[in-house]
């Protein structure tokens, strides 16, 4: 039975906000877009003024030799979407056809170097806030004569706020990680014992001597993934009392 598009938009905002990490949102993210959206293709992509900074990945994967990558990194900037977004900074979905006849997409160099190659003839992009002049870009593609509509415009301007909460809350998620793994390095090598948990005692990151004494005195029942009762009560009454 074919979802309704509020079921796909919802859909698509739930999964976006379960992945884990960036490297999990740029790898999924195209397959949740197509899903919602029909198309032959979807993509993550990060579009800079250095083409050797330029990448991308989608779903399904296509094969793209070294050639044409240097074709695409050279030639992305004459793509009126992407050409859009890094004018006005503003993301909201556009389709090329919002700017050029496919007659004219077809004169371009873009095309005929590029987007021929891979089966492209229409498009539909939005892009998520990025420091210029990075532009970070999502994807949809058509081979043969069917243009998105204005309900999927529509249906991908309405999720772009939950896609880009979802993308920075990866984006921290990976940045919290690299930093405790960088604590736990450093501190393990001063030889500290150290820990981090929740208002609730549950243990989110320990150094292994820290670990240890979770297992021996501060944890509960020998769990290394808890602090017991009297140890959360000394916290919080130092926590009232302002004591850093």
Known sequence: M???????LLDLIG??????DLDDFREGVP????????????SYN????????VWWTSEPHIPISAELGARFAEL????????????????????????????????????????????VEHLLGLALPS???VVIGLGLTRDGDVD??????????????????????????????A??????????????PVLVADARGRVTMATPLARRLLVRRLGTGGRASRLAPDVRDALARRRAAGTP
């Open 31 to 42: 397959g949740l877009l197509r899903r919602a959206v029909p198309a032959d293709v979807g």
């Open 76 to 119: 992305s900037p004459q793509n009126p979407v992407l050409a859009h977004i890094a004018r006005t900074r503003d993301g909201s979905p556009r389709r090329l056809s919002d700017f050029m006849s496919r007659e004219e997409f077809r004169a371009t160099r873009l095309y005929r170097d590029f987007y021929r190659h891979v089966g």
């Open 148 to 177: 998105f509509t204005d309900s999927d415009v529509t249906l991908l301007a309405l999720a772009r706020p939950h896609l880009i909460q979802a993308y920075r809350k990866a984006e921290l998620s990976t940045t919290r990680s």
């Open 179 to 192: 930093t405790i793994a960088a604590l736990e390095a450093g501190l393990e090598a001063l030889g500290a």
């Open 15 to 20: 999964e976006a906000n379960a992945f884990d």
């Open 131 to 133: 420091r210029p002049p």
């Open 46 to 53: 990060e579009f800079d003024d250095d083409p050797s900074r």
């Open 2 to 8: 074919a979802r309704s598009p509020t079921r796909r």
